[in-house]
T-cell receptor, first 114, second 113 residues
Framework: SQTIHQWPATLVQPVGSPLSLECTVE??????LYWYRQAAGRGLQLLFY??????ISSEVPQNLSASRPQDRQFILSSKKLLLSDSGFYLC?????????????FGPGTRLLVL | AQTVTQSQPEMSVQEAETVTLSCTYD???????LFWYKQPPSRQMILVIR??????QNATENRFSVNFQKAAKSFSLKISDSQLGDAAMYFC??????????FGPGTRLSVLP
């Protein structure tokens, strides 16, 4: 069966520091991968998605970036964090052979920027 | 652009009773998917149920069922025999083939003992 992992689970970082969040998927090949952000009490905002290694599409311009160095690895990064980057970050995957159907989510990372 | 609306920010239900969460969406497409996701306090998003627009039969998953009204662009979720563990945020989502998910703002469901 497929599983999706995210780490770290919780992160507290000072403003201006770098960020690296990692997401990995097991039990599937060529998945579509997604990064979402959820502010407290709000819905999900799609940040990036990827249909293959090295292929990244950005939905919202900001100081975050994403990379996909391996088929089942998706990384969210920032060179300098802003206070507004605080939130809950969710990684998701969907089968790569279909039209981006059902998405399955990881456990999420809570990021607090101070 | 497609939009998803959940007009009930908060709902409550007594344990063992039935509750219906509303969702409407806007699209000009004829073939698409609709989903309900649950987000408990742990904040992990869990798929509850999925409906394919070309299927007229409403999807069911144990105590969860949907009322899909394609012409009205309505996709409500019915939870029967509500349990304390059903307390969560519920998100309705729309997906057009080849596009990305569009999520509604969510409905917070409380289950009262």
């Amino acid at each position: 069966s497929q599983t999706i992992h995210q780490w770290p689970a919780t992160l507290v970082q000072p403003v201006g520091s770098p960020l690296s969040l990692e997401c990995t998927v097991e039990g599937t090949s060529n998945p579509n991968l997604y990064w979402y952000r959820q502010a407290a009490g709000r819905g999900l905002q799609l940040l990036f998605y990827s249909v293959g290694i090295g292929q990244i599409s950005s939905e919202v311009p900001q100081n975050l970036s994403a990379s996909r160095p391996q088929d089942r690895q998706f990384i969210l990064s920032s060179k300098k964090l802003l206070l507004s980057d605080s939130g809950f970050y969710l990684c998701a995957w969907s089968p790569g052979t279909s039209g981006k159907e059902t998405q399955y989510f990881g456990p999420g990372t809570r990021l607090l920027v101070l | 652009a497609q939009t998803v609306t959940q007009s009930q920010p908060e709902m409550s239900v007594q344990e063992a009773e039935t509750v219906t969460l509303s969702c409407t969406y806007d699209t000009s497409e004829s073939d698409y998917y609709l989903f309900w996701y649950k987000q408990p306090p742990s904040r992990q998003m869990i798929l509850v149920i999925r409906q394919e627009a070309y299927k007229q039969q409403n999807a069911t998953e144990n105590r969860f069922s949907v009322n899909f009204q394609k012409a009205a662009k309505s996709f409500s979720l019915k939870i029967s025999d509500s349990q304390l563990g059903d307390a969560a945020m519920y998100f309705c989502a729309y997906l057009n083939y080849g596009q990305n998910f569009v999520f509604g703002p969510g409905t917070r469901l409380s289950v009262l003992p």
